[in-house]
T-cell receptor, first 112, second 112 residues
Framework: DAGVTQSPTHLIKTRGQQVTLRCSPK?????VSWYQQALGQGPQFIFQ???????QRGNFPDRFSGHQFPNYSSELNVNALLLGDSALYLC???????????FGEGSWLTVV | GIQVEQSPPDLILQEGANSTLRCNFS?????LQWFHQNPWGQLINLFY???GTKQNGRLSATTVATERYSLLYISSSQTTDSGVYFC??????????????FGKGTKLSVKP
């Protein structure tokens, strides 16, 4: 049973560029959340997707957008990258009624 | 919004020692979770513990919801326990269990 998988694992982008990160939830999970974790900090909630719709959003600008597909996989898009967007981006999944959430290994984004 | 504070920020232990990590939260919560993040970034859910005490091997956790704190106990620590321990609560009381606010973590280093 595959857990939460994310791609790519590492990437480097230039300031002003756009990036897309991908997440496949754990089998049987239909709810996906994205988090940003800066160095030395705890993860910060970006948004959650359920039934292909954004259900809740944290304190992140509109440059951060997402999508959920019919197979429950999800994408995180960040436009007009800033140096401060450099972070570990984590995807988490769970069932709609579940209490336990599972995290992927993350995508390390460096903006130069 | 709710605030989550963890202490101590850093902890160095000799292998075999016991430790207690603390998590204080500013508002009532219906859910409190503990996570371990290994040096490669993988976040693992340790406990879902809105109240009471749970044990899993050498780890146990206690949440006293009325006093707004939770404790994580690590007994007979091993080098593999090293990493960062986070506690997390829902962004909103009664809100989605997957949308969490994290503390800044306790960085644990266990020396052989």
């Amino acid at each position: 049973d595959a857990g939460v998988t994310q791609s790519p694992t590492h990437l480097i982008k230039t300031r002003g560029q756009q990036v897309t990160l991908r997440c496949s939830p754990k089998s049987g999970h239909d709810t996906v959340s994205w988090y940003q974790q800066a160095l030395g900090q705890g993860p910060q909630f970006i948004f959650q997707y359920y039934e292909e719709e954004e259900r809740q959003r944290g304190n992140f600008p509109d440059r951060f957008s997402g999508h959920q597909f019919p197979n429950y996989s999800s994408e995180l898009n960040v436009n007009a990258l800033l140096l401060g967007d450099s972070a570990l981006y984590l995807c988490a999944s769970r069932t709609g009624a579940g209490n336990t959430i599972y995290f992927g290994e993350g995508s390390w984004l460096t903006v130069v | 919004g709710i605030q989550v504070e963890q202490s101590p920020p850093d902890l160095i232990l000799q292998e075999g020692a016991n430790s207690t990590l603390r998590c204080n939260f500013s508002d009532s919560v219906n859910n409190l979770q503990w996570f371990h993040q290994n040096p490669w970034g993988q976040l693992i859910n340790l406990f879902y513990i809105p109240s009471g005490t749970k044990q899993n091997g050498r780890l146990s956790a206690t949440t006293v919801a009325t006093e707004r704190y939770s404790l994580l106990y690590i007994s007979s620590s091993q080098t593999t326990d090293s990493g960062v321990y986070f506690c997390a609560a829902p962004l909103n009381y009664g809100g989605s269990q997957g949308n969490l606010i994290f503390g800044k973590g306790t960085k644990l280093s266990v020396k052989p």
